[in-house]
C-alpha cells in the first residue's frame, strides 16, 4: 500500500496517542528534530534492534560486536575526514533569521539536485530564482551559502595528562570500529573475512524540521564493517556486496514487515560516490513525503583502516595466519538508522480495517516477532477471582521472558480494539470456565478467531500457539 501526506499526519497522532513515540520537550514547546520514545516504542525500538542482532550477527560464525565510546579522540574524525568534509551546504534569510540547507530548499522549490556545485553557484541558484523561505512563504533575503560542520562539538577539560581539547559527539558508529579493528583481531582471533556489528547513539547538526522521525539530531545506527581481503578484481568484491545486499533485502521484507512494493535498491551513480566508495547502494522507502534513504550499503575499500593506520602511525594490517600474507583490509559497511527503520515499520503496519456494518478497527499489523506485547492477558470479570487469576498467568510469562500487557478495563471488545491498535498478536480471556479446568479463550490479531479446539485452550499450552 503506497502512503499519502496525510498518512504521516496520521502515524504522529496515532504514535502519540498510543505511547509509541512523543514529541521531545513538548511541555517547552518542543525541540525541532527530536522525538522521545514511550512504553510501547521502546519495546518496539528494542526487538527491532534484537531482530538485527539475530539476523546479522547472532546468526552467524564471522560476527563480533562492539560497543564503542560516543566520544573518541578528535584525531579519529581528523582521519576519518569528518571534521574537514562532514558538511552541509547552509543559507539564511536575513530577514527571518531562519536558517536552511540550501540543497533541500532548491530541490523543494525548483526540483534541481544541486549535489557537488559550489557555495557560489547555489547561492546564484537561490537568489536568481528569488526562492520562498518556507516557513514565512515570503521571499527570502538570502546570505551566501556556505559549508558548515555537522558535527557537534564540546570542549574537554585537561584531566591527567590529556590535554583540554575540542571533542565531538560521534557522527557516526562505524569510526568506533574502525579504531578498535586491531583490539578485536588480537582478542579474538578475528581471521579475515570477518564483521564487527554495532548499535549505538550518533548526533548530527540537522536542521531541517518536518517529516517526523526522517532527520533527526540524535538517533541510533545499527553499522557493521565487514572486512575482506584486498580483492583481486570487482567480481571478488561485487560478490560479497551482493550477499549483504540480499541480506539486508531479506531483514526488512521477512523480519520487518515491509512491503516489495515500498522498498526500493538505488545504485548511486560514479559521481555522487563518496570520496571512500567504489560502489554504494541505498535501500530507499516510499515514506509518504517522497522516496528516500532508509538504509545504505558501501564498499569503503580500505579507506578507512589506511587512514588510521596514517594519523595514528600505528599498524593497522593484518597477517593472514595461513599465507603469511599481510595487508590492510577493505571493508563493506551495511548501515540503517534504527529511527527511519522504525517509521518505516510502523507506516507499514498501520491499517485501517473497514469490518462491515460501520464497524471499523485500527490495526498495527506488526511482524509478531518485533510487536510490543507478545500476549495480552484479560479477565472477563474483575470479579470472584478471575483478576487474580489473570494476574498471576500474567506474571508466569513474565518470569519465561514473554512480553505481555494485562488490561482488566472496559468491555471484552473494546480490549480487543486496544490491544489490535497497538499490534498486540494475541490475546487471552480468563474467564469462569478457566478457574474450573484451567483453559483459556485465544484471539488472533489478525483473523479476529479464537484458536483451538471449541474455541479455547488450555493455558498451560498457550507457548505451543504464541510462539510459533
Ligand atoms: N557509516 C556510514 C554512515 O553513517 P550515512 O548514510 O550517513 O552513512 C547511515 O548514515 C544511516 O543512518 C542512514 O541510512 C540512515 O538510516 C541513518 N541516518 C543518517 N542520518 C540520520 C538522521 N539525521 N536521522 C535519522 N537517521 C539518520
Not at 498495527?364 to 472477563?380: E, M, W
Request: charged share 30%; net charge negative.
Amino acid at each position: 500500500m503506497s502512503h499519502t501526506k496525510d498518512t504521516l499526519d496520521t502515524l504522529m497522532k496515532f504514535t502519540a496517542r498510543t505511547g509509541f513515540v512523543y514529541q521531545g520537550s513538548e511541555i517547552y514547546g518542543g525541540l525541532a528534530n527530536t522525538w522521545d520514545f514511550g512504553p510501547k516504542g521502546v519495546l518496539l525500538k528494542n526487538n527491532i534492534k534484537e531482530a538485527w542482532r539475530n539476523h546479522f550477527v547472532l546468526s552467524r560464525s564471522d560476527m563480533y560486536e562492539l560497543d564503542s565510546d560516543i566520544f573518541m579522540n578528535s584525531k579519529v574524525w581528523e582521519a576519518s575526514g569528518h571534521t574537514s568534509t562532514f558538511a552541509d551546504c547552509m543559507v539564511d534569510d536575513k530577514k527571518s533569521k531562519h536558517r536552511f540547507r540550501a540543497d533541500h530548499l532548491i530541490e523543494d522549490q525548483l526540483d534541481i539536485d544541486v549535489e557537488g556545485r559550489s557555495p557560489e553557484e547555489i547561492t546564484e541558484i537561490i537568489r536568481s530564482n528569488k526562492l520562498k523561505n518556507p516557513i514565512t512563504g515570503e521571499a527570502g533575503d538570502w546570505t551566501e551559502a556556505r559549508y558548515m560542520n555537522m558535527m557537534f562539538e564540546t570542549n574537554r577539560d585537561k584531566i591527567g595528562n590529556d590535554p583540554s581539547q575540542k571533542i565531538y559527539l560521534r557522527p557516526e558508529t562505524a569510526q568506533g570500529i574502525f579504531v578498535q579493528f586491531k583490539s578485536v583481531v588480537q582478542s579474538e582471533r578475528a581471521q579475515v573475512p570477518f564483521g564487527i556489528a554495532q548499535i549505538g547513539k550518533a548526533f548530527r547538526n540537522e536542521i531541517t524540521p518536518g517529516n517526523f522521525m526522517y532527520r533527526i539530531v540524535e538517533f541510533e545506527q545499527m553499522e557493521i564493517e565487514y572486512f575482506i581481503a584486498p580483492p583481486e578484481n570487482d567480481e571478488d568484491w561485487n560478490t560479497i556486496f551482493e550477499q549483504w545486499l540480499e541480506l539486508q533485502r531479506s531483514f526488512y521484507i521477512d523480519k520487518m514487515g515491509i512491503s516489495e512494493e515500498n522498498l526500493v535498491a538505488k545504485d548511486h551513480v560514479t559521481e555522487k560516490l563518496s570520496h571512500y566508495s567504489k560502489r554504494t547502494v541505498d535501500w530507499e522507502y516510499k515514506y509518504p513525503f517522497g522516496t528516500k534513504e532508509l538504509s545504505g550499503l558501501a564498499y569503503r575499500t580500505d579507506f578507512d583502516l589506511s587512514q588510521h593506520a596514517q594519523t595514528s602511525g600505528k599498524d593497522l594490517s593484518y597477517q593472514d595466519p595461513q599465507t603469511n600474507q599481510k595487508y590492510i583490509p577493505h571493508v563493506i559497511e551495511p548501515s540503517v538508522g534504527v529511527e527511519r527503520l522504525v517509521m518505516a515499520v510502523l507506516l507499514e503496519a498501520y491499517t485501517e480495517e473497514d469490518l462491515g456494518n460501520g464497524d471499523s478497527r485500527i490495526l498495527l499489523k506488526l511482524p509478531y516477532d518485533i510487536a510490543p506485547y507478545r500476549v495480552a492477558i484479560l479477565p472477563l470479570m474483575k470479579k470472584d477471582g478471575l483478576a487474580e487469576q489473570a494476574e498471576s498467568f500474567a506474571q508466569e510469562l513474565r518470569v519465561k521472558g514473554i512480553s505481555v500487557t494485562y488490561d482488566k478495563s472496559g468491555s471484552i471488545g473494546k480490549r480487543y480494539r486496544r490491544q489490535d491498535e497497538i499490534g498486540t498478536p494475541w490475546c487471552v480471556t480468563v474467564d469462569y470456565q478457566t478457574l474450573e479446568d484451567g483453559t483459556v479463550t485465544l484471539r488472533n490479531r489478525d483473523t479476529m478467531e479464537q484458536v483451538g479446539e471449541n474455541g479455547r485452550i488450555a493455558f498451560t499450552e498457550l507457548d505451543k500457539y504464541i510462539l510459533s
